[in-house]
């Protein structure tokens, strides 16, 4: 695709154009799904002022960018909008500028001492907070954090129709701010969800307060959210949902740098905040680990156990945040620091209300010294509110729809990466220190460096072999299961079936609706991104009512934004196969109860994998199988019901067994060789271990052993029956409902 005006100047002058020169010299050699890794080498060189041809870096989105488009639509096959959305609303100037800047910011992040060693997952964070200020969308955008490159981010950012839609308007927003601003960008503590009613109310509460008080809520209904939220309304952004909720004299109008201190009753949960920093906040985990005390471009944040706090000096903090505070309130030596802290504090606790005796001591003791009660929120409250639903989940194993180009890019490239480790190792390949080749992703990283890029000017081999280990992985995540496992899922629909399936694209739920509406014993309604809100609030009116068995189908960004489906208790997810902490809140939202009425819910995640031995690399992808399924078992400990495990009817149980078994085995040699590269298991190391430590001789007897142990490790305990003080009132229901969830505990455990 060459520009006109170059076809025009070659014809009258006899010479070849840059933009004709680089394609013959760098494109067609190649297949086209692996033209965008191998411009977005050579924007990486452009920046480092490696010389390719005549080019410069304002060539790039000028004579390159449709190139880049043919590239990625080549790419990401047939299940995404890419195609339709590229062709219909971008042009190709504004998409070889933004896809510049993506280059930009993550060279800037790469060549400046940021202490982020993760850039591909910065440079998503800092994107995401764009387009939340933008305003594009609904502001609740996020991009995968799980893929490669540019050209990743690019399939993720420009699928989204919103994006796509409005290219101007995020060119302008990108160029408007500039780098070093996008940089900028990283630290700001920026809400990228929205809160709950519940919590919203508890924040405006502590405003109107004076930015003191505390709030008693049950666990798993939001209180970390709350905290951060305070921290984004006082030093940040929060979410444009909210934003319009509070004052501009909330912002903290102190002298930078600020000082924020968050304390816990023990290290674990101070874990947990880091990480929640980097989810909640947009601000990347590598900013706020290494050390207790971390420095931040708008100020200084130190984590402290209550333990260490009381031990040294507490100095003047701008914003205390007391996580799980009754732990400490009424200690003799930890409850003196509350009385230490002048400024802004929240207090949070998830006990009060079940201290028994202690319970008004309690609630005194906070009061007088932190503030008032901000909000109250039992468990209860979640049931009622559908925060704690009542559900079940799985996970689906199904295989991989028509996936040509994932076959084509795998072909031969477990034996051209053996042929390059074997260079390494023969010392005709230098690697520089702390790289190795010991995974796909460790080369992909080295890939990306400086070094790899005078590496793969002098071994066209190896050039080759980064393209297609970059092709790989982008094809791999874009590929989705086959639709028809969600009719093999509905196959026999139930009296009371209301089911929700949330697609990946508008040609998966074209495809679904296809399977379903022959199904007549269904009554199958679409949800349309294109119909007015009006309009799709009527569909899903009619879904709730319909009498008999009824599937509403759409893609997962229109029905996880903000749409509750009251009636349904099945959920079919195939908008991603990845491992998400939005995946609890999607059950939540999605999965809703009724007012007045009891509903249990299940929700099944479909995860897609290989289909025949040609689309795979047993070692990689069978490790990437079993840290998946780990991961998903972590994110169900959140709230203690881990998923089950089950596979469709198209999956092949032998090459399913043998991709774990050499996943398996893959592990083993990284643990003693390369002992580093298994911390990437990171919080789910128990569950990787123990899914391990269960693998079978079949695909099927594994899934059995699996589903046993996370049967037994999501069963729990009855809450302990409380007493209220006498001084004030008793609770019949709730000692009622406590005496009847231990009946029923322990008549289910003697059977």
Sequence with gaps: MTDPLDKLADARTGNPSVTQQYHEAYLEPRPQREWAPTLDQTAEDLLWDVRILDLTRNDFPSKLAPYYKEGLEATVGS????????????????????????????????????????????????????????????????????TGGIADIAVSLFNSPDVAEQSDLVLDEFTSVGSAGLLGLMDTPQMMTDLWTHQREALLAWAEQGYRGYVDMATATGKTVIGLAAIALRFGELDPDDHQHFSAEDRWDGEAPARVLVVAHNDLILAQWRREFDYHLNIPEERTVGSDDVSLQWGDVAF????????????????????????????????????????????????????????????????????????????????????????????LYAGYTEATDLRAATRGLEDEVAEFREDVDAGRVTLPPNYSTATFDELRRFARTNEASE???????????????????????????????????????????????????????????????????????????????????????????????????????????GIDMQSANLAINLATGKVSPALVQRIGRVLRKPDGADKHAHFINIVGIPSSPAETVPAEDGRHLLELAAEFCGLGSRFNELPRFSSATNVEDELLQRILDEGNESFKTLQTHHPGLVELVGVSEKYYTALRTRLNTTFAATLDAWNAYTRSESTRLPEPIETAPPEAPRNEAIIVNQIKGAYEWLRDTVR
């Design 79 to 146: 299940y995404t909008d890419l195609q339709t959305l590229l062709s219909a609303g971008v042009t190709n100037e504004a998409f070889g500028k933004i896809v510049f800047e993506l280059h930009r910011l993550r060279h800037d992040i790469d060549r400046l001492d940021m202490a982020v060693s993760d850039v591909q997952h910065a440079t998503e964070a800092v994107i995401e907070k764009v387009l939340s200020r933008a305003g594009v969308g609904s502001g609740d955008i996020r991009l995968d954090a799980a």
């Design 304 to 395: 402290r156990t209550a333990q260490r706090l009381v031990n040294e000096p507490v100095g003047q903090y701008d914003l205390v945040i007391l996580d799980e505070a009754h732990h400490y309130a009424n200690g003799a030596k930890w409850g003196s620091l509350l009385d230490r802290f002048e400024g802004d504090v929240l207090a949070m606790s998830g006990s009060v209300d079940q201290a028994g005796d202690l319970r008004t001591s309690l609630h005194d003791r906070l009061q007088s010294s932190v503030g008032p009660l901000l909000a109250e929120y039992t468990i209860l409250d979640g049931q009622r509110d559908g925060i704690i639903p009542s559900f079940s989940w799985e996970i």
């Design 455 to 561: 590496l793969r000017q002098q071994d066209p081999a190896f050039d080759a072999l980064s393209r297609r280990l970059m092709a790989r992985r982008t094809i791999r995540w874009n590929v989705g299961p086959q639709p028809q496992v969600v009719e093999e899922i509905l196959s026999d629909a139930a009296d009371g079936l209301k089911a929700v399936v949330l697609t990946q694209s508008r040609k998966q739920v074209q495809e679904i609706m296809d399977l379903l509406i022959l199904k007549r014993n269904l009554a199958v309604f679409e949800l349309n991104a294109e119909e007015a809100k009006s309009e799709q609030l009527a569909t899903v009116a009619a879904f709730d009512d319909a009498a008999g068995p009824a599937v509403i189908v759409g893609t997962g960004s229109l029905l996880g934004e």
